[in-house]
């Protein structure tokens, strides 16, 4: 396991969380301003705000298992900037999608993106600032047994 991956995953789990807490605040919120359209607007909104999170680490985990954790091989950036450019294109067909449909409050559903958007940044910088990754890990020193790793304190 690369040491990279339980960062990753507890990006994706606070990533989760903020996702649940915004589709609960935004519901409440978009009841209040517009009922039905309001509800189902932060319902998508928050869906699409963990989508960002979820792609961008899940794309750089991805990106670890088919370079076999090479991060400086190219299938590694491949990977990662294909998921980036997913992201951006699953946004603009559901901005293209969702505009002019009947059900959607507009400002609602904008508002809950974006404040999906920024909090997935916050939970980013968070969880990778409070996690304690060594600069250099999975070593192997001279004299350690075959096919043991030790990692750098």
């Known amino acids: 396991m690369n040491s990279a991956t339980p960062i990753l995953k507890r990006i994706i789990l606070w990533g989760g969380i903020l996702a649940a807490v915004i589709a609960v605040v935004g519901s409440i919120i978009g009841l209040i301003v517009d009922p039905q359209k309001g509800l189902v607007s932060a319902l998508v909104g928050a869906v699409v ?5 979820a792609i961008t680490a899940l794309s750089v985990l991805f990106g670890i298992r088919v370079s076999k954790g090479d991060m400086l091989n190219p299938a590694f950036f491949a990977v990662v900037l294909g998921g980036w450019f ?3 294109i699953v946004f603009l067909v559901l901005l293209v999608l969702l505009k002019d449909q009947p059900w959607v409050n507009t400002i609602v559903l904008f ?4 404040v999906g958007v920024i909090g997935s940044l916050i939970v980013d910088v968070v969880v990778i600032a409070r996690s304690r990754l060594p600069y250099v890990s999975d070593v192997k020193l001279p004299g350690d047994e075959a096919g043991t790793e030790r990692t750098a304190p």
């Open 49 to 53: 705000g963990f989508g960002f999170v």
């Open 86 to 88: 997913l992201k951006f």
């Open 111 to 114: 508002l809950t993106v974006i």
